[in-house]
């Protein structure tokens, strides 16, 4: 048995294919690249049930993954997190089947260490010493890390207003690190010119083609988690959109390796943004294949603060395949929606997670989401990492004071 079967990469634009045995970042038209895998070599030969006996992390999957050789393998033990049943926010939102895949406990707290756990080492496989990126925080916290592991330099340059726990996981790691005096996309125009300049590896969002493939390891978990059925709808806050598009992506491949019956319904996906930033929900509404940059952007949920992804058109392409949508939230309700779950179910979701379980309420109001149905929320990371969107008067006693 082969660690991977990847195949190669190719273009979802032109089609236009490149080998994964070389450096290879967008295809020559400007699209970026995506990974495709031998499944009729592996179908019959690795089943379902073999996976039982696998250590519970991403690379379980290892043989859907890009890296070839288990020795490049950089990981802190991320993946197979807990899918969470959420009887009272279900209830107190008239979804009883509501689920949370849980990606706050993960290494580095978000859930970009999937996608850099497995980006780090294809890099490694591929003989990369130094890679840059732009990043709202969490991306660069997760790569810069996991290139310490790999030992790796990094340069990573975020916005100055990130949040700033994700400033001081890069600052620790030793990358070099930047902050820029404005958005992720000014951000991305400096790493280019850099990249250029100093022949570092562009790990920028789907410049990259491997960053989907760890992330893609969210939708191979909900479904082996729900014994290869699939829920009705998955509501994942939307940036770059990298998750969304790997969950489709991943799904796609479960039932063309027959792991996922072919008459099972795909879950209908929805991306939410915020309303200070929602480029992909503006095109989905007049029913565009591709998003128009976003004028001063501004949401407190930070990791979901894109103007413009630049695989928008694969993120909307999702969305009408499965008769999904998407839906814009404020930042004000959100954080409401951030208090009540943890009210109600002592779960302190990030602000992105928490604009989709907002989202999730506001679906079900207006009856797109049916009460019967099982519906599954990425908390994309943990609360914890954004100590400033919480702000509580808390009286203060005197020692001897009774209450
Ligand atoms: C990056 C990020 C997102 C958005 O992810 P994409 O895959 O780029 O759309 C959502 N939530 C958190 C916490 C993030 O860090
Ligand atoms: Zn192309």
Redesign the pocket.
């Known amino acids: 048995m082969k660690f991977s079967y990847v195949s190669h990469l190719y ?1 979802p ?2 089609s ?1 294919t490149y080998s994964t045995e070389e450096e290879n970042h967008l ?3 400007g ?1 970026p690249l995506l990974v495709t895998y031998n499944l009729d070599e592996l179908r019959g030969k690795f089943t379902a049930d073999d996976l039982l006996k696998r250590a519970p992390d991403l690379w379980r999957y290892h043989e859907l993954l890009p890296v070839r050789q288990n020795n490049n393998v950089i990981s802190l033990g991320e993946g197979m997190t807990p899918l969470v049943d959420l009887p009272a926010l279900g209830k107190d939102m008239s979804i009883p089947r509501l689920l949370m895949k849980d990606e706050g406990v993960i290494p580095t707290g978000a859930f970009k260490a999937r996608g850099a756990a497995v980006g780090v080492s294809k890099a490694k496989e591929l003989g990369v010493k130094e890679l840059a990126m732009p990043t709202n925080g969490n991306a660069g916290a997760a790569w810069s890390l996991y290139a310490a592991r790999a030992q790796m330099s990094s340069t990573i340059i975020m916005p100055v207003d990130a949040p700033s726990i994700t400033r001081n996981e890069c600052a620790l790691s030793g990358a070099n690190l930047f902050l820029v005096n404005g958005l992720i996309s000014d951000a991305g125009k400096i790493v280019a010119e850099a990249v250029k300049e100093k022949g570092l590896y562009d790990v920028s969002t789907l410049k990259e083609p491997y960053r989907i493939e760890g992330k893609k390891t969210m939708g191979l978990e909900i479904a082996e988690q729900l014994n290869w059925k699939l829920p009705d709808v998955i509501l994942y806050p939307t940036g770059g959109g990298v998750g969304l598009i790997g969950i489709y992506k991943a799904l796609q491949e479960l039932k063309e390796l027959g792991w996922i019956e072919s008459d099972e319904q795909m879950p209908r996906l929805v991306a939410v943004q915020s309303e200070g930033c929602a480029p992909i929900v503006e095109a989905w509404e007049q029913g565009l294949h591709e998003s128009s940059f976003w004028e001063n952007s501004e949401t407190i949920a930070f990791g979901i603060n894109v103007p413009k992804a630049i695989g928008d058109f694969l993120v909307l392409d999702a969305l009408y395949e499965t008769n999904g949508c998407a839906i814009a939230v404020d930042d004000d309700s959100l954080l409401q929606e951030q208090q009540r779950t943890a009210e109600l179910e002592g779960a302190f979701v990030c602000p992105e997670g928490a604009a989709s379980f907002l989202a999730a309420r506001k679906l079900r109001e207006k009856d797109w989401i049916k009460e019967d149905e099982q519906v599954v929320v990425l908390n994309t990371g943990a609360g914890i990492k954004y100590p400033d969107t919480v702000n509580f008067e808390v009286p203060t006693l005197e020692p001897g004071d009774s209450i």
């Open positions: 273009c634009k032109c236009k295809c020559a038209c699209s």
